[in-house]
């Protein structure tokens, strides 16, 4: 027995069987810790390739800098993007960019590939905000401050494929009304309303067909006596997620204080502060008859939003993501109408602003799960990244 236990204490590490090797996958927290596992030898990559599909981890996040930033370790990433790249968007999977010369292009974090997307027309603004963009093997939807830019194209292919046929076309939003997002659903491109009004778009034969899927009457925000001297804004913000074969709608809903009371806050801030969401279901999609249905579990899942990117991921032990949790992120939003300087010291030293994770069970709101106090610039308004989630693969 001596001789035995001497024996499996020289074992090398190498010959660990690939069921212990795959406990340990399992158990990683991070995207960097499942590709420097693989890389240690040959045994070790080929066992880790018997071990697929792993469950998801938690994203990283796109920060305004260009960096990205891993959690829960706070790790801090750097992917090589060109030089002359001036703004960048999220898409999930992919990485939307815009470049000096007005072309936009599409890169996986993951592969490196890249494939430059057909010059936009005219009326397509490359100095307008791009506030999110969504990809699909034939479809690419470019949502700005106004209108929606979708690219087309015939033939299979993976996301990231040559395009060999490509179309562009324009979707404006429909009057007295704006858009607050956009995503794919079962193969047809979805835009939500800031007036909860749900349409599909179809995209053939260079025309977009729209219908209106769910109506609602038009609601507006509206402001609540909070103290004598203090009016407080409550607003809400709406997310179009895909979590599995469900079509939902977030709404996020934020108190804003908007003026100063002198007597109750001597450091001149006021901030904005996410206090609840509410997640309903488009249900009964046909001509107009659709409704929005409560939801009161995720069924396994969480959900994470942010402007320029939201999705859905099964929850699972040992990866950090909760189930009926909503994780989300803010730009940068700060309502102020004082002090300049108390803001930009308090953005610094909170460069997370209003950003954590939401419980649907408890209705309570945590901080987002880092083991470390990274440092970053998410509090600051200026950068070529709006803050997004971004899911690599591994």
């Given at each position: 027995m001596a001789a035995s236990g001497s024996s499996r204490r020289r074992s090398p590490w190498p010959d660990l069987p690939a069921e212990l090797l795959g406990l340990v996958l399992l158990r990683l927290p991070s995207h960097a810790d499942r590709v420097r596992l693989p890389a240690v030898c040959r045994a070790w990559r080929s066992g880790a390739r018997l071990q697929h599909p792993l469950p998801p981890l938690l994203p990283w996040l796109a920060l305004p800098d260009g960096t990205f930033l891993s959690l829960p370790d706070g790790a801090v990433h750097r992917l090589p993007i060109p030089d002359d790249v001036y703004y960048g968007v999220s898409t999930g999977?992919?990485?939307?960019?815009?470049?000096?010369?007005?072309?936009?292009?599409?890169?996986s974090p993951s592969s490196a590939a890249t494939v430059t997307l057909p010059d936009p027309p005219?009326?397509?603004?490359?100095?307008?905000?791009?506030?999110?963009?969504?990809?699909?093997?034939?479809?690419?939807?470019?949502?700005?401050?106004?209108?929606?830019?979708?690219?087309?194209?015939?033939?299979?292919?993976?996301?990231?494929?040559?395009?060999?046929?490509?179309?562009?076309?324009?979707?404006?939003?429909?009057?007295?009304?704006?858009?607050?997002?956009?995503?794919?659903?079962?193969?047809?491109?979805?835009?939500?309303?800031?007036?909860?009004?749900?349409?599909?778009?179809?995209?053939?034969?260079?025309?977009?067909?729209?219908?209106?899927?769910?109506?609602k009457i038009p609601s507006?925000?509206?402001?609540?006596?909070?103290?004598?001297?203090?009016?407080?804004?409550?607003?809400?913000?709406?997310?179009?997620?895909?979590?599995?074969?469900?079509?939902?709608?977030?709404?996020?809903?934020?108190?804003?204080?908007?003026?100063?009371?002198?007597?109750?806050?001597?450091?001149?801030?006021?901030?904005?502060?996410?206090?609840?969401?509410?997640?309903?279901?488009?249900?009964?999609?046909?001509?107009?008859?659709?409704?929005?249905?409560?939801?009161?579990?995720?069924?396994?899942?969480?959900?994470?939003?942010?402007?320029?990117?939201s999705q859905s991921v099964p929850a699972a032990t040992g990866t950090g993501i909760r189930q009926d949790c909503i994780y989300f992120v803010t730009k940068g939003d700060i309502i102020t109408i004082c002090n300049q300087d108390w803001l930009v010291k308090w953005a610094r030293e909170n460069p997370f602003l209003d950003s954590g994770v939401y419980n649907m069970r408890d209705q309570t709101v945590a901080p987002l799960p880092l083991e470390t106090s990274a440092a970053s610039t998410l509090g600051t308004r200026d950068g070529m990244w709006p803050p997004a989630w971004l899911f690599p693969k591994t």
């Open positions: 999977g992919a990485l939307f960019l815009m470049h000096d010369d007005g072309r936009f292009s599409l890169t005219f009326w397509f603004r490359t100095d307008n905000k791009i506030r999110k963009v969504v990809v699909s093997d034939h479809l690419v939807a470019v949502l700005d401050e106004l209108k929606v830019a979708v690219y087309t194209r015939g033939g299979g292919g993976g996301e990231l494929a040559a395009w060999a046929s490509t179309a562009c076309m324009e979707w404006a939003r429909p009057l007295h009304n704006s858009i607050a997002d956009i995503a794919l659903f079962e193969g047809k491109l979805y835009v939500l309303t800031r007036e909860e009004e749900l349409h599909v778009l179809d995209a053939n034969d260079q025309h977009i067909t729209n219908v209106c899927c769910i109506r507006h925000d509206y402001y609540v006596h909070d103290h004598i001297w203090n009016f407080v804004d409550y607003i809400s913000r709406d997310y179009l997620v895909v979590s599995g074969d469900q079509l939902l709608r977030v709404k996020r809903m934020i108190r804003m204080p908007s003026i100063y009371n002198p007597w109750t806050d001597d450091t001149g801030i006021d901030l904005q502060r996410t206090y609840q969401f509410d997640v309903f279901e488009a249900s009964d999609l046909s001509c107009g008859r659709g409704r929005w249905r409560d939801v009161n579990t995720l069924m396994g899942r969480a959900l994470f939003v942010s402007e320029g990117c």
